[in-house]
């Protein structure tokens, strides 16, 4: 069974292979074809020559010449043309500057308020540690001065005949 479907997928094989190569080649073989049976037929005498009488075609210089190259009021309108597109493109440049500029200034302004509101921030918070290391340092000295009366008290208290706990 199993040869068989081997020789069966060799044949599937062959089969698409040969179609791929005539759907590859085949267009440009047809065309060849048909091109010499065209040329065979064109060949044969039934077909007299042509005699045509036409006048030679007109060149580009005598349907156009240079185009304005000798007009002088032409060059000038060009010119014009080109000194105005030029004025309009600076004026457009120094626009968008302005504009730039303008965006910057306002950028520079905010930057600025909120550097000044952070600083202002920070100086709270500069101020709110001073208080609390004061407050700090009050309470360090108030619990030594309290230890030290707390001691005092409890010697005499033992002297006194106090035995504690």
Known sequence: MT??????????LVVFAVVSALCVSGPALY???NKTMKLGAAASPSCSPCICDCPP????LKIAPDCGGE???AKEEMGKKFVDL????LKLQEVVGE???HHMNITLVEARRVASQYQKEAEKCNVATETCEQARE???ASL??????????????????????
């Open 3 to 12: 040869r068989r479907s081997g020789a069966c997928l060799r044949c599937c």
């Open 31 to 33: 065309w060849k074809f």
């Open 57 to 60: 075609p007109l060149s580009l």
């Open 71 to 73: 007009d002088l009021e």
């Open 86 to 89: 030029l004025t309009d493109e």
């Open 99 to 101: 504009e730039h500029a």
């Open 138 to 140: 009050r309470s360090e």
């Open 144 to 165: 030594i001065k309290e230890k030290k009366i707390t001691s005092l008290w409890e010697r005499r208290a033992r002297q006194l005949g106090w035995e504690g706990e």
